[in-house]
């Protein structure tokens, strides 16, 4: 980057922190650094929880994946909407009610307090992990940049974090996501428009929809359903993305502590609604904007030449191995394939203005098949990383959008973005941090402690679980982010082998007034935690296919098969 960028970076950056700082003065107590006095309104509620979901993964690798896989991700969010309007019916008014720190509280007082640390455990191992995943997406950013190791720079940044979530607390959080997403979004729509504009003059916005189109990228909407049936091991199609993506999401923002805490600081009942229906209208169109720049760049790419793999680091490595003559050989056929794909995509864009539908489709057929050839190339160096390069890494789905940003775009915006996406981990990492924080004090240091605390010494006491926190992530970080596609996708994969067990036990609690027997809501959780792994691990070695959101469903359902199941033999045993 050059120096403007950084100057940009380093300002906008300490401008955010400080005011978040400086507006997070607050009592000295639980419900000051938790819960920010529950004194926020319905605006700032909606950019918190905004703001805690859109991390900087939703900004770094969301572009990523619609390069590589097309639009149809944005199915994943379809489920929201839903969601939304069913917790704030049923969730937040006994949330509200019982003035609770967290929401795995209301499962003693619904059960007993063993279901509460079963539930809260499964929580500290989800968003423990992916939190993690979380603090590797702005490191991802500096080791490309300065080309630090991986290893130092996780420490580096997870180190800045817990500094900034310690000393804010959740209502530092809170205001700070509010500058974040003004920011992000300012900054988003630069990068779209800078995008369109750099493609040659005869080529405008509608053009770069249709050749993204036109080469499978606007996949929008796709059914899974095939000749053979519906193929359940499709990723994102309608169905999952209504389905499974409506559990995934009742589970996240009615369940988890780090979406719980953020409406749970609203000044009332009408305000924390408020806030998640808002969240419910903005998200869809929102994800979906953050998908096109990815279509947009791919389709800039086809204009122009494109690296054949965007880490450059492990582009390195290859070049410093035994494969270094080979990669020289594909690269030169990459290159020139290059080429003939810029003079078809221009004969494309010419012959549809001129309406010459047989050269259009002539031109659209051989674009196809230039794409499958500069796909095949590709497939060479990442199969050699994966396979036969100490330290290789053959996935560069999270490095495009980055690499594209600081090749092409201008001095100055380069800077910018790059602060976004800084500030929009801060924000979502700094609101899981908290929340893991709130929970191992309320859930745990209350309960299971034989002293008295004052206000002044719990309020220390979470600093503390803060930063422990912290450090678990920064070492999670090290060793689980390579789990998926790319980071949205492995945060997504490991939030659903937990998050639909997680809804179960509550769907219980709410729905199932009947059942009074916490030991059959204990076991039924064990045994549909066990379920859904059992699924996960089957669908990974290749017995059989399905996709993760479907993970969701079955986990939920399962602790309630489970709990009425158990709960008949147990009253069967009594009488």
């Given amino acids: ?42 605006g700032l509620v909606l950019l918190s929880i905004m703001g805690t979901q859109a991390s900087a993964i939703t900004f770094l690798s969301a572009p990523g994946q619609a390069y590589t896989d097309g639009m149809r991700f944005v199915q994943y969010y379809f489920g929201i909407p839903l969601a939304m309007i069913v917790i704030s019916i049923f969730f937040v008014p006994i949330f509200r009610r019982l003035k609770v720190y ?55 940044m997870g180190g800045l974090l817990i500094i900034y979530t310690m000393t804010g607390g959740a209502k530092a959080v809170a205001y700070t996501q509010q500058l974040q997403l003004m920011i992000v979004f300012t900054g988003m729509f630069l990068a779209a428009y800078m995008v369109v504009g750099m493609l040659p ?5 509608a053009d770069a929809l249709e050749v993204g189109g036109k080469l499978g990228k606007l996949n929008v909407i796709t059914t899974g359903i095939t000749e053979k049936g519906f193929n359940w091991s499709d990723q994102y199609n309608l169905l999952s993305g209504i389905i499974g993506g409506f559990f995934l999401a009742l589970s996240y ?19 924390s609604r408020m806030g998640l229906l808002m969240n419910g209208i903005v998200k869809v ?47 030169h056929q990459y290159d020139s394939v290059a080429v003939i794909k810029q003079k078809t995509v221009l004969t494309y864009s010419a012959a549809r203005h001129a309406k010459n539908e047989v050269l259009a489709d002539q031109s659209v057929q051989n674009l196809r098949s230039l794409q499958q050839e500069s796909d095949r190339l590709r497939k060479k160096v990442v199969n050699w990383l994966n396979k036969n390069v100490p330290g290789g890494d053959g996935n560069d789905t999270n490095y495009i959008f980055l690499r594209f940003v600081v090749d092409h775009l201008p001095v100055g915006l380069v800077g910018l973005l790059i602060a976004i996406i800084f500030l929009a981990s801060w924000g979502s990492i700094a609101a899981a941090i908290n929340s893991l924080a709130s929970c191992s004090m309320v859930d745990f240091h209350r309960r299971f402690t034989k002293r008295t605390d004052s206000a002044e010494d719990e309020y220390r006491l979470s600093k503390w679980y803060t930063l422990g926190w912290g450090i678990f992530c920064i070492v999670v970080a090290m060793f689980t982010y390579n789990i998926g ?17 997680i809804l179960g036990v509550f769907l219980v609690a709410f729905f199932f007034k009947k059942i009074k027997s916490s030991s059959a809501v204990f076991w039924a959780t064990l045994l549909a935690q066990a379920l859904v792994l059992a699924v996960f691990i089957l669908t990974r070695t290749g017995v059989f296919k399905m996709g993760f959101l479907w993970l969701n469903p079955i986990g939920a359902f399962g602790v309630i098969g489970f709990t009425l199941l158990l709960n008949k033999i147990i009253a069967a045993k009594k009488e």
């Fill in 253 to 271: 923002f009615g369940t988890d502590q780090s979406q719980v805490g953020r409406y749970l600081t609203a000044k009332s009942l009408t305000e």
């Fill in 285 to 331: 169109p929102m994800q979906f904007l953050i998908l096109l720049i990815g279509v947009l760049v791919f389709t800039f790419y086809q204009f122009n030449s494109a690296p054949i793999f965007f880490n450059e680091v492990q582009l390195k490595k290859l070049e410093q191995s035994a494969y270094k003559d080979s990669l020289a050989i594909v690269q």
């Fill in 201 to 205: 003059e005869q080529v405008g916005f």
């Fill in 1 to 42: 980057m050059s120096q403007p960028d950084w100057i940009i970076l380093v300002i906008t950056l300490l401008a955010i922190v400080s005011y978040g700082l400086y507006k997070s003065r607050t009592s000295h107590n639980l419900d000051g650094y938790f819960l920010s006095n529950r004194s926020l309104p319905w």
């Fill in 102 to 156: 967290t929401a795995y509280e209301y499962l003693e007082q619904r059960f007993d307090g063993k279901t509460r640390t079963l539930t809260t455990l499964l929580f500290f191992l989800q968003r423990g992990l992916s939190t993690g995943i979380s603090v590797f997406a702005p490191s991802i950013i500096l080791s490309s940049l300065l080309g630090w190791d991986i290893m130092w720079t996780n420490i580096f």
């Fill in 485 to 501: 596609n790319s980071l949205i996708e492995a945060v997504n994969i490991l939030g659903s082998l937990f998050y639909g067990v």
